[in-house]
């Protein structure tokens, strides 16, 4: 039941018709990765935050530190709610804070002597702080990038290279995996702990209920470490201390990526129903689905209403079940790891502050998709939204795990989309209708006593070494 490609029609290149959301300047962006690409090959040798062995005496102090590499609307927001922890940021320009010791533009100063590495940069630029930085042996990782990293492949670099996608063949990582592999990091590759959730920066910034998830190697020692120490920061900052934590970072990794491309999609779907006159905006981000609306392609009709809305994170979260299930990370907390952050997929969808929902609206709405990514706003901002170049790369990996079949048909919906294969509506159509056909075969599968099944091949091992970690 994937969304085959022969099916959509075709619509070649990115609509430029006139949007109904708000234009980006025509100022063209200096991004985070595009430069530090041309920086790349200018690193001759990496920073190190700490040199030779760590004595009993300095142990203590070096993890009281932590350097936060990356100084985003997220990184900004997390900084707000450690302020009983010794943190300093790195920000690789600053434009809109004082190098004035709080925040410093020096990478040597920002890593110097503090144990945990917080890396809160976006998913594309996370090779260039791989090259930047070779972490002492002791050090605690903890990676907030939310993508997958397809090594070589920037799609912000052209229009082209964000409609077609990454190469046929190409590995696409995630942030782990590629710390697994990067001579600068991997023999601190058990000392990584991924942080799911917390959610929106404005709510981290606002004091708001924060439901966290960490993963890390449990079955090692350096990473039992590692995630007691994460534990230890992370609980400063929830006042609830509503922390679940698993032994599978890449598996975690990937369900947070297809909650992205979940976002994405629900921002597509509401683009739709804007360009219908059917979404009405209401205060603090929110917004009211205000009649049903029939989109039709082909043999598929269906009608949008703020239920659809309902059926779309529901079907997403069996989507993630199914694609982690696929790179056989099996075991009891399957289920709980589909549930870990809904809380935050939830409430992306619902709002219309959501990075990932916006670029899906504006995209439905007649925007070129790479000027929203790469032009800055009337505020001097640029949109990052991870989902739009995780549909992408999720794809790439489902096709290229040739040991199973994953059921994924919201990713090939939103790359078909990327791909120009049909207009945003059409291929909205397609999915639901598609997805009906799903749900009525759940509803049989119950009905006469037999389990649903999962669409895949389960198997015991893969090239991506996720049964490594079960």
Same mark, same amino acid.
């Not at 594309?124 to 990782?141: C, G, M, Q, W, Y």
């Not at 006042?239 to 947070?256: Q, S, V, Y």
């Given at each position: 039941? /994937? ?7 075709? $619509? ?6 006139? &949007? ?24 001759? #040798? ?6 030779? /062995? ?28 450690? @302020?009983? =922890? ?9 434009? /809109? $804070? ?23 940069? &976006? ?118 201390? %509503? ?5 599978? &970072? +890449? ?24 360009? #219908? ?32 809305? $309902? ?32 809380? @935050? ?10 990075? %990932? ?12 998709? =790479? ?28 096709? %290229? ?10 990713? =090939? ?14 291929? +909205?159509?397609?999915? =639901?209708?598609?997805? %009906? ?26 090239? #991506? ?6």
């Amino acid at each position: 039941m /994937e969304l085959k490609n022969e099916e959509i029609s075709s $619509h070649r290149g990115f609509a430029r018709i006139a &949007p109904c959301g708000a234009h980006g300047s025509d100022a063209e962006l200096d991004t985070l990765f595009s430069k530090a690409l041309g920086e790349r090959h200018r690193i001759e #040798h990496p920073v190190t935050n700490k040199v030779g /062995e760590i004595t009993s005496e300095d142990r203590q102090a070096f993890y009281q530190k932590i350097a936060m590499i990356g100084y985003g609307a997220y990184g900004s927001a997390l900084h707000s709610r450690l @302020d009983k =922890f010794d943190i300093l940021p790195w920000a690789r320009r600053s434009t /809109e $804070h004082v190098d004035d010791g709080k925040v410093t533009t020096d990478l040597n100063t920002a890593i110097d002597g503090r144990g945990i590495l917080m890396l809160a940069v &976006p998913s594309n630029a996370f090779p260039t702080v791989l090259d930047s930085i070779r972490p002492h042996k002791e050090s605690v990782i903890m990676s907030l990038a939310k993508g997958l990293i397809v090594p070589g492949w920037n799609p912000l670099e052209t229009e082209r290279a964000l409609r077609e996608g990454p190469p046929e063949g190409s590995r696409a990582l995630t942030p782990t995996e590629l710390i697994t592999e990067h001579k600068n990091w991997r023999h601190v590759a058990d000392n990584v702990v991924f942080v799911g959730g917390p959610g929106f920066a404005k709510d981290v910034r606002g004091g708001g209920y924060l439901g966290l998830t960490l993963a890390g190697r449990r079955s090692r020692a350096g990473a039992t470490d590692a995630l007691a120490k994460s534990f230890f920061v992370l609980s400063g900052m929830s006042g609830d201390k %509503n922390i679940e934590i698993f032994d599978n &970072p +890449i598996a975690l990794e990937i369900a947070a990526s297809m909650k992205n491309v979940a976002a994405f999609a629900a921002g597509v779907m509401l683009g739709v129903l804007r360009n #219908h006159g059917a979404l009405e905006d209401i205060q603090d981000g929110g917004y009211r689905v205000t009649k049903r609306v029939a989109i039709r392609h082909g043999d598929h009709s269906v009608m949008l209403d703020a239920y659809s809305l $309902h059926r779309l994170v529901h079907a997403a979260g069996k989507e993630i079940v199914n694609i982690v299930k696929s790179e056989g990370a099996v075991g009891s907390k399957t289920t709980s790891l589909m549930m870990a952050g809904s809380h @935050d997929l939830n409430l992306t969808v619902h709002s219309l502050t959501s990075r %990932n929902v916006q670029a899906g609206m504006r995209l439905a709405c007649g925007e070129n998709i =790479f000027d929203v990514l790469t032009k800055r706003d009337a505020n001097g901002h640029v949109l990052t939204a991870e989902g739009v170049s995780a549909s992408h790369a999720m794809a790439r990996r489902i096709q %290229n795990n040739a040991d199973s079949e994953a059921h994924a048909p919201l990713v =090939f919906a939103m790359r078909n989309i990327l791909l120009g294969r049909g207009q945003p509506e059409a291929i +909205i159509a397609q999915y =639901f209708g598609q997805l %009906n056909n799903w749900l009525e075969d759940d509803a049989l599968a119950v009905l006469n006593g037999t389990s649903k099944p999962l669409r895949l091949r389960i198997h015991s091992g893969n090239a #991506h070494g996720l049964s490594h970690f079960n």
